[in-house]
Antibody, heavy 121, light 110 residues
């Protein structure tokens, strides 16, 4: 059974840092691209970042570029999101999501349960 | 700011058919396939439809998707109480180089 379990969320002051983790199991983690998606309270979904299976290709949403860093450790079946210079508008539930493909088209076929990040003084 | 536009709400009685629209542009829906996600209250999103009209294993055939030009739609036939959820369309945007989600539609079963 595919499982994605996020951790590391919590309350942090504006300007602070936090590192999220996503532990994967039930599939060959090193074969899949991964993403982070967030959802502010009462709002819609926002894609945050992508990392290729090897970690060699990375993309970010403009809203987090230069502040967030995505990474992965295929030996540990883990995905990470280092978040620096946090702002109030980064407050959200953060989901990790596995990416699957249908030819050259992509979609997120499994999602974690999410971890809440609250940025407030 | 979402670039895919959905109606904020839709509703129907049990057994009815409900349709949700998703409007985009040539750089997203017009160029790429559309996926739909269902988010039940208090839970993580779940893949409902991929590649415009494909259902993952386990998704009831009451759910169907279609795409035409720069718009897409999700239909729920034989609406059931457990279908009360938020529904999001999504697609890759070639101009923005990001994966974009729709604004979301809350479906209520009356």
């Amino acid at each position: 059974e595919v499982q994605l379990v996020e951790s590391g969320g919590g309350l942090v002051q504006p300007g602070g840092s936090l590192r999220l983790s996503c532990a994967a199991s039930g599939f060959t983690f090193s074969s899949y691209e991964m993403n982070w998606v967030r959802q502010a309270p009462g709002k819609g979904l926002e894609w945050v970042s992508y990392i290729s299976s090897s970690g060699s290709t990375i993309y970010y949403a403009d809203s987090v570029k230069g502040r967030f860093t995505i990474s992965r450790d295929n030996a540990k079946n883990s995905l990470y999101l280092q978040m620096n210079s946090l702002r109030a508008e980064d407050t959200a539930v953060y989901y990790c999501a596995r990416e699957a493909s249908d030819g050259d088209q992509y979609y997120f076929d499994y999602w974690g349960q999410g971890t809440l990040v609250t940025v407030s003084s | 700011q979402s670039v895919l536009t959905q109606p904020p709400s839709a509703s129907g009685t049990p057994g009815q058919r409900v349709t949700i629209s998703c409007s985009g542009s040539s750089s997203n829906i017009g160029s790429n396939t559309v996926n739909w996600y269902q988010q039940l209250p208090g839970t993580a999103p779940k893949l409902l439809i991929y590649s415009n009209n494909q259902r993952p294993s386990g998704v009831p055939d009451r759910f169907s998707g279609s795409k035409s030009g720069t718009s897409a739609s999700l239909a729920i036939s034989g609406l059931q109480s457990e279908d009360e959820a938020d529904y999001y369309c999504a697609a890759w945007d070639d101009s923005l180089n990001v994966y974009v989600f729709g604004t979301g539609t809350k479906v209520t079963v009356l």
